[in-house]
T-cell receptor, first 114, second 113 residues
Framework: GDSVTQMEGPVTLSEEAFLTINCTYTATGYPSLFWYVQYPGEGLQLLLKATKADDKGSNKGFEATYRKETTSFHLEKGSVQVSDSAVYFCALSERTRGGGKLIFGQGTELSVKP | EAQVTQNPRYLITVTGKKLTVTCSQNMNHEYMSWYRQDPGLGLRQIYYSMNVEVTDKGDVPEGYKVSRKEKRNFPLILESPSPNQTSLYFC????????????FGPGTRLTVT
């Protein structure tokens, strides 16, 4: 079945450092890809998405490009802030069953130190 | 404000005591689902519903029930909770179609002793 694998955490960075969180997927069709962020004690919220190959999603300085040839959707940010400390989930959305099911990676915890 | 609400936010209960976690959305979404979040496993879908009176199993449905009598509500029922159902639960809703984002509730942390 479809699956998502993301890099192990926790990741600890200093403020203004460059961030990359790797995400690769396995899917039989052409899924949509998402990054969700979970701040402490809160639910998940969408960070960015891409719905077809070569699309780039971006939001709040974060970017990710849908790479079909490498089945990847790596999350990047040029300069992280303390407020970016959270758990980040990569996910894909299957096109079957109403297109509603999200398959998540295991999550990567990011801690940014001042 | 567009939102998904869940109640209760925290619940401690004992094995075998039936409980219900409520979920409601105000966005007129057709698709709703329940996920559980466990360390190292990400989120896994328990049940989903594509419309009123239409529900189906997700990846981990054992020990859970759901109902969808109204479009806005999608309660999760644990008829005989067990300790392995201790987890963080999220309700979510979205428009139908794989490209649409899901909107998540704030979560319900359940402990079964």
């Amino acid at each position: 079945g479809d699956s998502v694998t993301q890099m192990e955490g926790p990741v600890t960075l200093s403020e203004e450092a460059f961030l990359t969180i790797n995400c690769t997927y396995t899917a039989t069709g052409y899924p949509s890809l998402f990054w969700y962020v979970q701040y402490p004690g809160e639910g998940l919220q969408l960070l960015l998405k891409a719905t077809k190959a070569d699309d780039k999603g971006s939001n709040k300085g974060f970017e990710a490009t849908y790479r079909k040839e490498t089945t990847s959707f790596h999350l990047e940010k040029g300069s992280v802030q303390v407020s970016d400390s959270a758990v980040y989930f990569c996910a894909l959305s299957e096109r079957t069953r109403g297109g509603g099911k999200l398959i998540f990676g295991q999550g990567t915890e990011l801690s940014v130190k001042p | 404000e567009a939102q998904v609400t869940q109640n209760p936010r925290y619940l401690i209960t004992v094995t075998g005591k039936k409980l219900t976690v409520t979920c409601s959305q105000n966005m007129n979404h057709e698709y709703m689902s329940w996920y559980r979040q466990d360390p190292g496993l990400g989120l896994r879908q328990i049940y989903y519903s594509m419309n009123v009176e239409v529900t189906d199993k997700g990846d981990v449905p054992e020990g859970y029930k759901v109902s969808r009598k109204e479009k806005r509500n999608f309660p999760l029922i644990l008829e005989s909770p067990s300790p392995n159902q201790t987890s963080l639960y999220f309700c979510a809703s979205k428009e139908r179609g794989s490209s649409y984002e899901q909107y998540f509730g704030p979560g319900t942390r359940l402990t079964v002793t």
